[in-house]
C-alpha cells in the first residue's frame, strides 16, 4: 500500500478513498490466501465429517474479539464479519473436500 498515506495524513476524500481502495486490495489478497488454507484443510482432513468444527470457529472468533480489542476497532462487529468468514470458509470448503 504505498501508494497511499496513512489515515491521520489525509486531508481531502480522494486521499481516504484510494486509502479505502488500497485496503480493499490488501483483504483480497490476504482471503485469497486464506481460502488457500481451505484448499489444504480439503486435501488433509480425512473424513467430511471433520470440515465443521464448532470448537475451532469460537477459538478464531475469540482470537479476533481480542486482536479488535487491542487494536481499538469496535469488537462486535467484527466478531459479526468474521462469523461470515468462518462461515463462507466453511462453505468454501466443504466444496472443495467433495470435489476431490
Same mark, same amino acid.
Given at each position: 500500500?504505498?501508494? @497511499?498515506?496513512?489515515? #491521520?495524513?489525509? @486531508? @481531502?476524500? *480522494?486521499?481516504?478513498? *484510494? =486509502? +479505502? ?14 481460502? =488457500? ?7 488433509? $482432513?480425512? #473424513?467430511?465429517?471433520? +470440515?465443521?468444527?464448532?470448537?475451532? $470457529?469460537?477459538?478464531? !472468533? ?9 487494536? =481499538? !476497532?469496535? #469488537? ?9 468468514? +468462518? #462461515? *463462507?470458509?466453511? *462453505?468454501?470448503?466443504? +466444496? ?5
Amino acid at each position: 500500500m504505498q501508494d @497511499t498515506i496513512d489515515p #491521520e495524513a489525509c @486531508t @481531502t476524500m *480522494a486521499e481516504v478513498r *484510494a =486509502g +479505502v481502495d488500497a485496503v480493499d486490495r490488501a483483504l483480497v489478497a490476504l482471503l485469497t490466501r486464506r481460502f =488457500g488454507y481451505m484448499d489444504a484443510a480439503a486435501r488433509i $482432513k480425512p #473424513e467430511r465429517g471433520h +470440515v465443521r468444527d464448532e470448537a475451532r $470457529k469460537a477459538q478464531v !472468533i475469540a482470537n479476533v474479539r481480542a486482536h479488535a480489542r487491542a487494536a =481499538g !476497532i469496535p #469488537e462486535e462487529p467484527i466478531a459479526a464479519l468474521w462469523d461470515q468468514l +468462518v #462461515e *463462507a470458509s466453511i *462453505a468454501y470448503e466443504f +466444496v472443495r473436500f467433495d470435489a476431490r
